[in-house]
């Protein structure tokens, strides 16, 4: 009885090379330097110079004080990695205007456009079409782009997990568990 050359294939054993741990170490590396290569590749292409984009969030603290929210803002140079947080008792676009401008003062250099995900204090309010946040910011000569979807800036879902309110989507605990 003849074999079909797919039940020949089948009992075929598969060439299966165990890497050692030199050439394991040696992969990973290589991946991780690809990586990186890529990585540096997408932050001079969106931030070639210092204040070039700065990404803001606001995070609330999930304590409050005297009956007030604390919000812990926070700002992350895309370019130098430098941040800046800061709590306030409030999350108002005064707050966050305030915040810009503290940010503004801690930075060696300009800062050019800041980017923001679409939500309080930041986006217009459902009755307002002009966000007041982007006229403040205007107003400093500073540009204000809105992030709809953060998962569409690879660089702002990296780089904002590093920042002291980098947890998205969940309130900040003070309470170590």
Request: charged fraction near 20%; charge should be neutral; glycine fraction near 4%.
């Amino acid at each position: 009885m003849r074999k079909s050359k797919r039940q020949s294939s089948l009992n075929t054993p598969l060439l299966h090379v165990p890497l050692g741990l030199e050439s394991f170490c040696r992969e990973f590396a290589h991946s991780g330097a690809v990586y990186l290569d890529a990585l540096t590749l997408a932050i001079e292409e969106a931030a070639p110079r210092p204040g070039r984009l700065v990404y803001l969030q606001a995070k609330e603290l999930s304590m409050s004080l005297n009956g007030l929210e604390a919000v812990l803002f926070s700002a992350l140079d895309v370019n130098t990695h430098l941040q800046v947080a800061r709590m306030y008792l409030t999350m108002t676009r005064a707050a966050a205007v305030d915040f810009v401008e503290s940010t503004a003062q801690s930075f060696s250099f300009p800062i050019l456009r800041v980017r923001t995900l679409a939500e309080a204090p930041f986006a217009p309010s459902a009755d307002n079409s002009v966000c007041d946040f982007t006229s403040a910011m205007n107003a400093r000569g500073i540009e204000h782009s809105v992030l709809r979807a953060p998962a569409s800036d690879a660089l702002f879902s990296l780089l904002t997990k590093l920042t002291f309110g980098g947890m998205q989507g969940q309130p900040l605990s003070t309470a170590s568990k």
